[in-house]
């Protein structure tokens, strides 16, 4: 029961800021809502009942920590969702959470390099230059005059994030104990996946190495830049990367001013997107506006800048194609292709019935493919198509929730720059090229190659392969007829057994009453009751017992 003291701080917290009258349709009913307006009673002339309510939420999240601070920046990202109101304060986590002072931050940068910070920078800036729910940056200049920052975790915060992992663990485990979707949600195994990428985050190095390795996939590219990662004075606690100047994306009164081509840039971000997903298998999965900075050289051409690699998002080779496949399909408005395809990658089970699936998806697709392009909310649509797969049982699939989130998070984002964004036409090319290349003769001739080495390799193994192949095909063969000829004798034995079990039920009931009714044999038979006896036990002998 470690996960009361978070649940409980989690429900004062909620009290404390009244949440219940932020989002008046998401408060509990029935007895639980009568008990939380209950507890909320200290709390209501408090002075947190007097700020607004966007402002009561944004603070309240930012009190409860990391993973309430991320899910504020995933709703800051749909301001097509929200109130203006409430996407304009909640923008301010992406990148402005409250810093820490203490322990000071030239404390925290010795201690991982294990030397005075002056051996290794030139300037250290004390106050942050950004603050975020898991770390905080600072900016510093190297001894050979390089401008770079300096990113630190936040100190405790491992031990919040602990707390609250259980506290989602407890809550996913009665979900799937008690909700009759429990189990197709999957809710344990998606907190064990954020559980995994979130702790994740509090190693700099792993970060570091997925700045690298985005840095090189985009290498010379221009439509995305990655900071260099200085490994020589990076540690797990700090990392230490070059400084970018460019235009925070969310700002778009600035991007305006420089003469940035904001279709442009809305149609560049979707094409990263596609490009890490479908080509690469290696994406950026915080996409929020605080990650991303646009470069002030060639505004019509306009390229991003991403930093805060922690969480990437990779996808098998056989989700990766089944996921494009099944777009091009909803594209193409081709139901039937989109029903087998979710059978036959199991994402429903195999019984069901494909012509139904169809119907489904049809009634969820065509209407929304009546609206103009341009008013089709691709994030909505994916919720509508997962709502009525659900009804066939599908399950959640953990590989995939990252993709979905960093889809709505483009999504939201290209929204914002261009209100105009239509991802359906520009991912549809990019998709229908994706499969083109994938079945053309030099495609699978290249990977015809990378798997020679390994059947090469195997080769010399082949004969003994085949000789085990056959030896256990020959084993198994020899079990089933032997588990097959057991059945078939048990199955004789049963009857045996059932007819011997009647047969001496009747008998006994024959003796019982010949014995409760000794005059029953001499009066109505005319046969004295040790003759009956003796004959019965003969005809039993005689007939049964052979």
């Given at each position: 029961m470690s996960h009361i003291?978070?649940?409980?701080?989690?429900?004062?917290?909620?009290?404390?800021?009244?949440?219940?009258?932020?989002?008046?349709?998401?408060?509990?009913?029935g007895l639980a809502g009568a008990l939380f307006k209950l507890w909320c009673l200290p709390w209501s002339a408090g002075a947190a009942t007097r700020l607004k309510p966007e402002v009561r939420l944004r603070l309240a999240l930012e009190e409860l920590g990391p993973i309430y601070i991320k899910f504020g920046q995933l709703l800051s990202t749909r301001r097509d969702f929200l109130p203006p109101e409430l996407a304009d304060e909640l923008q301010s986590l992406q990148d402005n959470v409250p810093g820490f002072s203490s322990p000071g931050i030239a404390s925290l940068v010795e201690e991982a390099l294990g030397r005075p910070w002056q051996e290794v920078f030139s300037e250290l800036s004390l106050g942050?230059?950004?603050?975020?729910?898991?770390?905080?940056?600072?900016?510093?200049?190297?001894?050979?005059?390089?401008?770079?920052?300096?990113?630190?975790?936040?100190?405790?915060?491992?031990?919040?994030i602990v707390?609250?992992?259980?506290?989602?663990?407890?809550?996913?485990?009665?979900?799937?104990?008690h909700l009759p979707v429990g189990r197709r949600l999957r809710p344990r195994e998606v907190i064990d996946d954020y559980e995994k990428i979130i702790l994740d985050e509090l190693n700099l190095l792993a970060e570091g190495a997925n700045a690298t390795q985005l840095r090189r996939n985009f290498e010379h590219s221009p439509l995305l830049y990655v900071p260099k990662v200085h490994w020589e004075f990076s540690r797990i606690n700090l990392l230490v990367m070059e400084r970018i100047y460019g235009t925070p994306v969310a700002d778009i009164d600035s991007l305006r001013a420089q003469g940035v081509n904001l279709k442009k840039l809305a149609e560049t971000g979707v094409e990263i997107f596609f490009t890490q997903v479908f080509n690469h298998s290696f994406f950026h999965a915080d996409m929020h506006p605080g990650n991303i900075f646009i470069a002030r050289h060639s505004p019509e051409n306009p390229q991003y800048i991403a930093i805060d690699c922690a969480i990437i998002g990779s996808l098998s080779k056989n989700d990766q194609q089944y996921l494009a496949r099944n777009l091009l399909a909803i594209f193409q408005r081709d139901y039937r292709k989109v029903a087998e395809l979710h059978v036959e990658c199991g994402w429903v089970p195999r019984k069901t019935k494909v012509?139904?699936?169809?119907?489904?998806?049809?009634s969820v697709c065509e209407p929304i493919f009546e609206k103009p392009l341009k008013d089709i909310s691709f994030g909505h649509l994916l919720v509508q198509l997962f709502r009525t797969a659900g009804r066939f049982n599908m399950e959640v699939q953990p590989s995939l929730v990252l993709l979905q989130?960093?889809?709505?998070?483009?999504?939201?984002?290209?929204?914002?720059?261009?209100?105009?964004?239509?991802?359906?036409?520009?991912a549809m090319p990019f998709l229908e090229d994706w499969n083109r290349r994938r079945m053309r003769p030099t495609t699978l001739f290249k990977a015809l190659q990378e798997n020679v080495p390994d059947w090469i390799e195997q080769?010399?193994?082949?004969?003994?392969?085949?000789?085990?192949?056959?030896?256990?095909?020959?084993?198994?063969?020899?079990?089933?007829?032997?588990?097959?000829?057991r059945i078939e004798?048990?199955?004789?034995?049963?009857?045996?057994?059932?007819?011997?079990?009647?047969?001496?039920?009747?008998?006994?009931?024959?003796?019982?009453?010949?014995?409760?009714?000794?005059?029953?044999?001499?009066?109505?038979?005319?046969?004295?009751?040790?003759?009956?006896?003796?004959?019965?036990?003969?005809?039993?002998?005689?007939?049964?017992?052979?």
């Open positions: 003291p978070r649940l409980l701080k989690l429900v004062n917290t909620a009290a404390r800021y009244r949440l219940d009258q932020v989002a008046p349709q998401l408060q509990p009913g942050p230059l950004a603050s975020a729910s898991v770390a905080q940056v600072h900016c510093a200049r190297l001894l050979s005059g390089e401008e770079v920052v300096i990113k630190v975790i936040r100190p405790g915060i491992e031990k919040t707390e609250d992992i259980k506290l989602l663990k407890w809550i996913a485990s009665l979900v799937e104990k012509h139904e699936f169809e119907a489904a998806m049809r989130k960093t889809l709505l998070n483009v999504e939201g984002l290209g929204r914002q720059l261009y209100p105009e964004l239509d991802l359906w036409t520009t080769l010399p193994y082949l004969p003994q392969l085949m000789i085990d192949t056959l030896t256990q095909s020959k084993q198994l063969t020899a079990i089933n007829e032997s588990l097959q000829q004798e048990d199955a004789i034995q049963l009857q045996l057994q059932r007819a011997r079990s009647l047969r001496n039920g009747l008998i006994l009931a024959a003796l019982a009453a010949a014995c409760l009714l000794p005059q029953f044999s001499t009066v109505m038979l005319g046969v004295p009751l040790p003759s009956l006896l003796l004959g019965v036990g003969a005809v039993y002998l005689l007939c049964f017992k052979r």
